[in-house]
């Protein structure tokens, strides 16, 4: 029987490349930029499988010209690049990477939180401008971090970590979610349910975001949002771009209607040069790195290979979002 065929959209960890090309017929895009949209669609055209990162886009289109196709396997948590609900109607399983990268990101979440508040790029910038003169008492001056209040939206894995970093720093924590949380969970955090967003972003020094992005969560941080929070707060996301309104987050940022922001994720990525965000001293942008530590990505390629494998097999993907797909079983390797 011949290998299935594969297509990776991008140089992916060794190890797993080598699980995969065990197994099947692999094909893996070179570039250090993504796969143009036109040379994915061609490939998954023929693919019984793809490995994908979260700059590839699986739309409808996509999905229609790709008649073998069984399993999608993307190396992230989220998977708000891909049309699910069209894969799923086809009977495509689609695989995520949960969990192995959630402290790597709230580690970052939390290094955006610290340096965002002590203003630390903005200070190395300052030392190496030789704008250090002396020591001054007014000099570059930041928000505490300690005691003060940390607001998670989206108190799941990641946000339970970034709350876990916050309480060593002796920050009390605020949560708000559809669901509130168990008592046992609450206590071991010292978290404090907020059911109205509206009390969380007024009462928070801090807020930081950890929800998907849905429908629901689509520019849920407008200008509305900002205008609740405090002049001295802290607004980070690591989320994803699109939860947040960004014309409506410059307009706090550049008017001190917050004090700073920390972004590992803006809308659109990658931010435009010109964009009017990066004129800012009081935002810091990472391009998109919270789970980019040598470890974590190596979990997340192995992970995202297994999860590949056993959609070809016929089997439910170990971490897969549309368990509901999984119906046709095919034994092909
Ligand atoms: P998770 O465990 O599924 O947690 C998501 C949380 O969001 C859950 O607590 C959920 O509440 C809550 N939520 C869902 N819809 C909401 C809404 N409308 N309003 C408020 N809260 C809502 O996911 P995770 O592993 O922590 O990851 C969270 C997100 O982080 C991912 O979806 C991904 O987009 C992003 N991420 C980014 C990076 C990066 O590189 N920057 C890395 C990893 C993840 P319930 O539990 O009550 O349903």
Redesign the pocket.
């Known amino acids: 029987m011949p290998k299935p065929k594969i297509y990776v959209t991008r140089k992916i960890a060794q190890e797993a490349l080598d699980l995969i090309s065990e197994k099947t017929e692999m094909e893996v895009w070179g570039g250090e930029l993504p796969p143009p949209y036109e040379t994915l669609r061609e490939k998954a055209g023929t693919a019984d499988g793809l490995l994908t990162l979260l700059t590839d886009r699986i739309d409808i289109p996509l999905l229609e010209t790709a008649p073998r196709l069984k399993v999608i396997s993307n190396l992230a ?2 998977y708000d690049n891909i049309e699910v609900t069209e894969a799923t109607r086809r009977g495509i399983v689609i695989g995520n990477t ?1 969990g192995v ?2 402290e790597t ?1 709230a580690d970052l979440a939390f290094a955006l939180l610290m340096a965002a508040a002590r203003r630390i790029v903005e200070a190395d910038n300052y030392t190496r401008q030789g704008r250090w003169r002396t020591w001054g008492p007014q000099t570059l001056l930041g928000q505490d971090i300690h005691g003060a209040s940390l607001g998670i ?7 339970v970590e970034m709350a876990r970093r916050g309480r060593g720093f002796g920050m009390p924590i605020l949560y ?4 509130r949380k168990s008592e046992a969970l609450e206590k071991d955090l010292g978290a404090e349910y907020l059911a109205d967003l509206k009390d969380l972003l007024s009462a928070s020094d801090f807020i930081s975001v ?5 429908p ?2 689509e520019k ?1 941080i407008g200008r509305a949002e900002f205008q609740l929070m405090k002049k001295t707060a802290v607004f980070i996301n ?3 771009g699109g939860i947040v309104d960004q014309e409506a987050l410059y307009e706090a940022l550049s008017s001190g209607g917050i004090f700073a922001a920390g972004l ?2 803006t809308d659109v990525e990658p931010i435009p040069p010109d964009d009017p965000l990066l004129r800012l001293s009081n935002v810091i942008i990472t391009p ?1 790195i ?2 980019a530590s040598f470890r974590t990505r190596k979990k997340m390629a192995l992970m995202a290979a297994e999860n590949l494998l056993a959609g070809l097999r016929g089997e439910l993907p170990p971490n897969c979002v549309n368990p509901e797909a999984f119906k046709n079983p095919t034994k092909d390797i």
């Open positions: 948590v989220g949960p990268l959630t990101t939206i989206g108190l799941g894995r990641i946000g708000y979610g559809p669901h950890h929800v998907p992005l849905t629901s969560t849920l690591t989320a994803r590992d994720v998109h919270a789970s």
